[in-house]
């Protein structure tokens, strides 16, 4: 991941975002959420010469570390809200598990 980024640094302007995903847990029969980083492309180094060039690294490379250190939060906070959701969401499964709907028999005409 940290060679991805550096790659990424060094051609264009690059932040990282959260990203909520759905697994199937079936240990519990639920479906449960997780939170991952990912790395999007937000800019293309266009031309440029000497110093400048230098200049805008540096600002992506801060942008980038900066949007890494947000996004990382973020995804370490939810992740503990999901966790817990799932917990609560697994025992409660335990303890009254899902019923099917069944159907019930047409009634007979009052009257």
Excluded: H
């Excluded at 302007?13 to 990203?19: D, E, H, K, L, Y």
């Excluded at 492309?41 to 570390?65: F, P, T």
């Excluded at 966790?83 to 009254?96: L, M, N, P, S, Y």
């Amino acid at each position: 991941m940290r060679f991805l980024a550096v790659v990424c640094v060094a051609l264009a302007g690059c932040v990282f975002v959260p990203r909520t995903t759905t697994v199937y847990d079936k240990d519990c029969d639920i479906e449960a959420r997780s939170m991952t980083m990912d790395l999007q492309q937000i800019g293309a180094l266009g031309s440029c010469q000497g110093n400048q060039c230098a200049q805008i690294l540096v600002g992506a490379g801060a942008v980038a570390a900066a949007s890494a250190v947000i996004s990382g939060s973020i995804v370490v906070a939810g992740n503990m809200v999901y966790w817990f959701e799932k917990e609560g969401r697994c025992i409660a499964t335990a303890v009254v598990p899902p019923q099917k709907p069944t159907s019930q028999p047409p009634r007979a005409p009052s009257g």
